[in-house]
């Protein structure tokens, strides 16, 4: 059982950043390929971007590719994402989530564990 807390979400303008964090509890987190996604109300959650469980292999959604980093420490159970460059598009609910698939799986209903969402809102 994982438990995931995300935190760092808030409100800026087109051109800024944001840093989003994830906290992980329980066991094996360092065995989980992290992802986070992301929902506008009305819209189905899309993928954003996802980081193996040894921080060494991420995959990116188009949309986000050269704007977005993610990156996990291990020894503190923590998943990170940076945006920069944000867009107004980029206006979402961000969920942490945790599989137990060693892949780098865009499909939400490969994974397992969800945190509850923190809100990015980018202003034009």
């Known amino acids: 059982q994982v438990q995931l807390v995300e935190s760092g979400g808030g409100l800026v303008q087109a051109g800024g950043s944001l840093r989003l964090s994830c906290a992980a509890s329980g066991r094996d987190f360092s065995s989980y390929t992290m992802g986070w996604f992301r929902q506008v109300p009305g819209k189905e959650r899309e993928f954003v971007t996802a980081?193996?469980?040894?921080?060494?292999?991420?995959r990116y959604a188009d949309s986000v590719k050269g704007r977005f980093t993610i990156s996990r420490d291990n020894a503190k159970n923590t998943v990170n994402l940076q945006m920069d460059s944000l867009k107004p598009e980029d206006t979402a609910v961000y969920y942490c989530?945790?599989?137990?698939?060693?892949?780098?799986?865009?499909?939400?209903?490969?994974?397992?564990?969800w945190g509850q969402g923190t809100q990015v809102t980018v202003s034009s």
């Open positions: 989530a945790a599989s137990s698939l060693r892949v780098l799986t865009t499909n939400e209903k490969q994974y397992d564990y």
């Open positions: 980081i193996s469980w040894s921080g060494r292999s991420t």
